[in-house]
C-alpha cells in the first residue's frame, strides 16, 4: 500500500495497550458473574450449614484467644516472665521502614495527584465526579501498598490526561511513565483473570457434567467441619 493510501491515524500503543485492558476487564467481570451467580445458587441450599460453621468458628477463636490469655497470667505469676517483653537477646530485629528520601518522594507524589483529582474540585462536575471518586481511590491504594514504582507511574498517567481529566496547560505528558502504568496494570489484570479462572467453583461450574452435582462434596465438607467444630467447642 503506498503511503497516499494508509490511514491518516494509526492506533498508538497506549491506545492498544489500552484496548486489551479493556477486554480483559469485561472477561474478568464475565468470568466473576458467572461465578457468583453459581456460589449464590449453592450457598442457597447449605444456608444452614453454612451459618453454624460461622458461628462454631468464632466461638472457637473466642475459646482459644481466652485460653491463651489464662496461659499469659500464669506465666505472669512464674518467676521466670520476663515483664519487659524481650524473651532473648538473639530475637529476629525488625525490618527497617523504607527510606526517609523514598517516602517524602512518595508523599510529594501523592500530595500533588490527589489535589489534582480530590473528587471535592468536581463537585459541580457531575460527569467528573464518579471518575474523580475512582481515580482518587486507586490512588490511595497505590500509596498505601509503598510500591513507589507504581506509583509514579499512576502519577503520570493521571497528569497524562488519560484519565479524561485534561492535565495543567504547562504539563508536558510524559509517554514513557504512561506505558509503563498501563503495562503494570495489563500485567495485574492478566492474572486477576487467571485467578478468577483457576477458583474451584469456576472449574466446577466450566468443567463439570452437571456442576449442581458439587452440592454433594460441599454437604460432606461441612458435615465434617461441623463435627470437628462441635468437638472443640464443646465445653
Do not use: C
Amino acid at each position: 500500500m503506498s503511503k497516499n493510501h494508509l490511514p491518516s491515524e494509526l492506533p498508538t500503543q497506549i491506545q492498544l495497550l489500552q484496548a486489551e485492558i479493556n477486554h480483559l476487564q469485561m472477561e474478568i467481570d464475565d468470568v466473576n458473574q458467572r461465578t457468583s451467580v453459581f456460589e449464590n445458587l449453592l450457598r442457597a441450599k447449605i444456608e444452614d450449614e453454612i451459618i453454624e460453621e460461622q458461628e462454631l468458628s468464632l466461638l472457637y477463636k473466642q475459646q482459644k484467644k481466652a485460653k491463651k490469655a489464662k496461659r499469659l497470667a500464669q506465666k505472669k505469676r512464674g518467676k521466670n516472665f520476663d515483664r519487659t517483653g524481650i524473651l532473648s537477646s538473639n530475637q529476629p530485629k525488625p525490618i527497617p521502614v523504607n527510606n526517609s528520601m523514598e517516602q517524602e518522594q512518595r508523599k510529594q507524589l501523592y500530595r500533588e495527584a490527589m489535589l489534582y483529582v480530590h473528587p471535592d474540585k468536581f463537585s459541580m462536575q457531575t460527569d467528573k465526579l464518579d471518575l474523580a471518586t475512582e481515580i482518587t481511590t486507586k490512588l490511595i491504594e497505590i500509596y498505601r501498598s509503598g510500591d513507589l514504582t507504581a506509583l509514579k507511574a499512576y502519577h503520570a498517567h493521571i497528569f497524562s490526561g488519560n484519565t479524561l481529566i485534561a492535565p495543567p496547560k504547562n504539563q508536558d505528558p510524559s509517554k514513557g511513565p504512561e506505558l509503563t502504568f498501563l503495562k503494570i496494570e495489563l500485567k495485574k489484570l492478566q492474572k486477576e483473570l487467571t485467578e478468577a479462572k483457576n477458583k474451584h467453583t469456576y472449574k466446577v461450574l466450566t468443567e463439570y457434567e452437571n456442576p449442581m452435582s458439587f452440592l454433594d462434596e460441599l454437604k460432606t465438607y461441612y458435615k465434617d467441619r461441623l463435627m470437628k467444630l462441635r468437638r472443640r467447642t464443646r465445653s
